[in-house]
């Protein structure tokens, strides 16, 4: 199994910045992708951003120019830096991955895409 754990959430002001992390845990062979969704009351989940093992990123519209996300291979965490935000950005922010597991001790699973619990981020004066 794996657990995400995603932490950095809270309340800050317009303007102002947070950073977001998410630790990836448990029998994990490997791990590709990793990234942010986010999903505001009464709208639907989007993307925020994604990495790839090799650090190759891709920006969802809301996010471009505004955050940054970046990964620690050796620790399977996955950051996303957030600056000038907006209201509009209040969301609950879920980190995800796509891994590989250990089945047994030489064999594995197919990749699949695991998610954290959620973040809350709320931007209000």
């Known amino acids: 199994q794996v657990q995400l754990v995603e932490s950095g959430g809270g309340l800050v002001q317009p303007g102002g910045s947070l950073t977001l992390s998410c630790a990836a845990s448990?029998?994990?062979?490997?791990?590709?992708?990793m990234g942010w969704y986010r999903q505001a009351p009464g709208k639907e989940r989007e993307l925020v951003a994604d990495?790839?093992?090799?650090?190759?990123?891709n920006y969802g519209d809301s996010a471009e120019g505004r955050f940054t996300i970046t990964r620690n291979n050796a620790k399977n965490t996955v950051y996303l830096q957030m600056n000038s935000l907006e209201p509009e950005d209040t969301a609950v922010y879920y980190c995800y991955a796509n891994a590989v597991l250990w089945v047994d001790g030489s064999s594995w699973s197919s990749p699949d895409k695991y998610w954290g619990q959620g973040t809350h981020v709320t931007v209000s004066s």
């Open positions: 448990g029998s994990i062979r490997s791990i590709g992708t």
């Open positions: 990495i790839t093992a090799g650090g190759r990123t």
